[in-house]
């Protein structure tokens, strides 16, 4: 038996708090164990720090894994709990995504102030948002609206909305509604009109390989159908070598042992796209993940990616 407290590592923003409070209960409802079985470890990561310039002029996904991973792997941690959509495809040797818990809305979700929805925005309206395929599909849908770069935690850009610096944004719907504030959503997108993030509203588990005590705590909370999107999903983003970079989105559903994929990639300005769609059986869903990624990166060629690196 661990006689010291679980330490569960995550960042410090409201919602990143919340998820990992969330593993803790689930963890302590699986194992009949108190909160001072537990302690959250917040890890301040470079991601959180730098909030002046985006995300790829700094350098991409690891800036908010970095940091927490390095505890992880010496020790000083025993789990990481991360937002999937946050996680680099290559992980560092001996760390793995270990469990995932069951996948919350994976919408994207408005938040305006005089317009309730995008269509409903005037002319030249200011629309902010920190994540490039958020930027790629509003202008792709409304080429005459400022879509400008918006950073900072979930309670940061809504005050920000509120102060008028932009006249809507745009955020994740489960993390809204993990934070009790679904709402302010003012209109929720359509997966079907404005795929979301690969791995969006799924909260993932990263721990050691080879730690049986580890595994064992997490296999009760593990959800296996989020688990087998996730590969879905993380294949077909490894396929393209996805980044901060590139505008990619992507969506793995399953209903009666059927896996069905659609996925996308867009220039920054929203005037090209290249969209894949795939159906096979739960067991494929890493390689019909990653074939999909080919599918996408012949359609698109080489020449499209490096554009925009």
Same mark, same amino acid.
């Given at each position: 038996?661990?006689?010291?407290?679980?330490?569960?590592?995550?960042?410090?923003?409201?919602?990143?708090?919340?998820?990992?409070?969330?593993?803790?209960?689930?963890?302590?409802?699986?194992?009949? &164990?108190?909160? #001072?079985?537990?302690?959250?470890?917040?890890?301040?990561?470079?991601?959180?720090?730098?909030?002046? /310039?985006?995300?790829?002029?700094?350098?991409?996904?690891?800036?908010?894994?970095?940091?927490?991973?390095?505890?992880?792997?010496?020790?000083?941690?025993?789990?990481?709990?991360?937002?999937?959509?946050?996680?680099?495809?290559?992980?560092?040797?001996?760390?793995?995504?270990?469990?995932?818990?069951?996948?919350?809305?994976?919408? #994207?979700?408005?938040?305006?102030?005089?317009?309730?929805?995008?269509?409903?925005?005037?002319?030249?309206?200011?629309?902010?948002?920190?994540?490039?395929?958020?930027?790629?599909?509003?202008?792709?849908?409304?080429?005459? &609206? #400022?879509?400008?770069?918006?950073?900072?935690?979930?309670?940061?850009?809504?005050?920000?909305?509120?102060?008028?610096?932009?006249?809507?944004?745009?955020?994740?719907?489960?993390?809204?509604?993990?934070?009790?504030?679904?709402?302010?959503?003012?209109?929720?997108?359509?997966?079907?009109?404005?795929?979301?993030?690969?791995?969006?509203?799924?909260?993932?588990?990263?721990?050691?390989?080879?730690?049986?005590?580890?595994?064992?705590?997490?296999?009760?909370?593990?959800?296996?159908?989020?688990?087998?999107?996730?590969?879905?999903? /993380?294949?077909?983003?490894?396929?393209?070598?996805?980044?901060?970079?590139?505008?990619?989105?992507? &969506?793995?559903?399953?209903?009666?042992?059927?896996?069905?994929?659609?996925?996308?990639?867009?220039?920054?300005?929203?005037?090209?796209?290249?969209?894949?769609?795939?159906?096979?059986?739960?067991?494929?869903?890493?390689? &019909?993940?990653?074939?999909?990624?080919?599918?996408?990166?012949?359609?698109?060629?080489?020449?499209?990616?490096?554009?925009?690196?």
């Amino acid at each position: 038996m661990q006689t010291k407290p679980f330490r569960i590592g995550t960042r410090g923003s409201p919602l990143a708090l919340a998820q990992a409070e969330e593993t803790r209960d689930r963890l302590m409802a699986a194992h009949d &164990l108190a909160s #001072d079985a537990f302690e959250i470890v917040v890890i301040s990561t470079k991601g959180d720090r730098v909030t002046d /310039r985006p995300l790829s002029e700094i350098g991409g996904k690891g800036l908010f894994t970095e940091e927490i991973e390095a505890q992880l792997s010496d020790g000083r941690i025993d789990i990481a709990v991360h937002s999937s959509k946050d996680m680099p495809t290559v992980l560092p040797d001996g760390l793995y995504l270990s469990a995932f818990l069951p996948r919350e809305d994976v919408r #994207d979700a408005f938040i305006g102030g005089a317009a309730r929805s995008i269509a409903e925005l005037p002319q030249g309206a200011v629309v902010g948002t920190s994540s490039l395929r958020r930027q790629a599909m509003v202008r792709r849908m409304r080429p005459d &609206l #400022d879509v400008v770069a918006f950073r900072g935690n979930v309670q940061t850009r809504m005050r920000k909305l509120e102060e008028g610096v932009v006249d809507g944004t745009l955020l994740a719907m489960a993390g809204l509604r993990r934070l009790g504030l679904e709402g302010h959503a003012t209109h929720v997108m359509d997966t079907e009109t404005f795929l979301p993030a690969l791995g969006q509203g799924a909260i993932c588990i990263e721990s050691r390989e080879a730690d049986d005590v580890t595994d064992v705590m997490l296999a009760p909370i593990n959800d296996p159908a989020t688990k087998t999107a996730l590969l879905c999903e /993380r294949a077909f983003l490894a396929a393209l070598d996805g980044s901060c970079r590139t505008p990619i989105a992507g &969506l793995a559903t399953i209903a009666g042992g059927i896996i069905s994929f659609t996925g996308m990639v867009l220039s920054p300005d929203g005037k090209t796209s290249f969209d894949v769609s795939r159906e096979g059986s739960e067991a494929d869903a890493v390689k &019909l993940g990653r074939s999909a990624g080919e599918e996408i990166r012949a359609q698109a060629g080489p020449g499209f990616f490096e554009s925009w690196v």
